[in-house]
């Protein structure tokens, strides 16, 4: 068993499927945000992504209220919105008037992500911003700060974390927020000593603040488990498809059937592009993942897994986030 005192979370994406109407993804997510309480998760995140076929979550607010009626105890929250794509007071507005109604539930993770093609960019009328600047901003509205007032006023706090690059360690160290990681900073199937040294650096950096007095990372990255380790690949298989797909030709497909995948014919880069991506997961029995994950806390000094997989199957799915949480012993 992995360590009590270690978090559990899901982030679900809200990803498409082939041959599946869209709006199927965003009640799957819901779905999936049900069982992930009844499993014993800690936390469900959700994410914002725009114009990307393979993906129906868009709008992390308007999902997290369906995500709140249906569920009673487990932390919700954004994983993140792109602050770049919004003015802030809206973003507190919008989380305040969610937490209204799941008070004491909802977390606010922040990203600056671009859009995804130039097409989309000029959609959100991205300009350059100043992330930490927006960020100090939309602290302002939440701690009563600001010059202008946020109604509804929440009952209790609504925590911000920062979805973490580089660059983004550096702001969330300088304002005292926490950090989800995830990526090339983990070092999983690659030289993990870059991801370790930004990590080092954040904890070096960090200034206390009245939300987060020490420095507070969690993980992010895909997680699946099966069986066998030959079905836990299997299960990989579509979203690295995906990926690879998209590496290589701009478009983001929706999810496949693991049998197509096995058939597909790939290009020697797509080929690349996918080991790439099944390298940089952690997936197989659940003896072997609790290994590799029991390695990464220890590596990372982690506090939360967000685990962020996705397969086409979604009996599957709920299988691997049922032998996942199964790794934590809960108190």
């Known amino acids: 068993m992995i360590n009590s005192g270690l978090r559990i979370s899901l982030l679900d994406r809200s990803r498409t499927r082939a041959g599946e109407a869209e709006p199927a993804a965003l009640h799957g997510t819901v779905a999936r945000a049900g069982q ?82 130039a097409p989309v960019r000029r959609a959100l009328r991205q300009t350059d ?6 960020l100090r901003e939309l602290r302002g509205y939440f701690d009563g700060t600001s010059e202008v007032g946020l109604h ?28 989800i990681v995830g990526g090339p900073l983990l070092g999983v199937g690659g030289d993990p000593a870059p991801g370790l040294e930004a990590l080092a650096g954040y904890r070096r950096a960090f200034r206390p603040s009245p939300q987060q007095p020490q420095p507070w990372v969690a993980i992010s990255l895909d997680v ?18 995906a990926m690879a797909r998209s590496r290589t030709t701009g478009v983001f497909p929706p999810l496949e059937p693991v049998a197509a995948m096995r058939t597909a014919t790939r290009t020697a880069r797509q ?17 072997q993942v609790e290994h590799m994950l ?33 790794l934590f012993d809960r108190p």
């Open 36 to 117: 992930a309480e009844r499993l014993g998760y800690d936390r469900f995140w959700v994410a914002e992504h725009h114009a990307v076929p393979g993906i129906a979550g868009s709008a992390p607010a308007v999902l997290l209220a369906a995500v709140a009626g249906a569920t009673r105890t487990i932390r919700i929250g954004s994983a993140g919105v792109m602050l770049p794509h919004h003015q802030p007071l809206v973003v507190a507005e919008q989380f305040a008037t969610l937490s209204a109604f799941a008070p004491g539930r909802v977390d606010l993770g922040l990203g600056r992500s671009p859009g995804f093609t």
């Open 129 to 134: 911003r100043d992330f930490a600047a927006d």
């Open 152 to 179: 509804p006023r929440p009952d209790g706090p609504v925590p911000l974390y920062v979805l973490a690059t580089g660059t983004g360690l550096r702001i969330a160290a300088e304002l005292g927020l926490p950090v």
């Open 224 to 241: 699946l488990v099966a069986d066998t380790a030959a079905e836990a690949a299997d299960l990989l298989l579509p979203e690295a498809w």
């Open 271 to 287: 080929q690349q592009y996918l080991e790439q991506t099944m390298a940089a997961a952690v997936a197989g029995t659940p003896a």
């Open 294 to 326: 029991a390695e990464l806390f220890d590596r990372t000094g982690a506090a939360e897994l967000v685990a962020a997989g996705s397969t086409f199957d979604r009996a599957a799915l709920a299988a691997s986030d049922a032998a996942l949480a199964a």
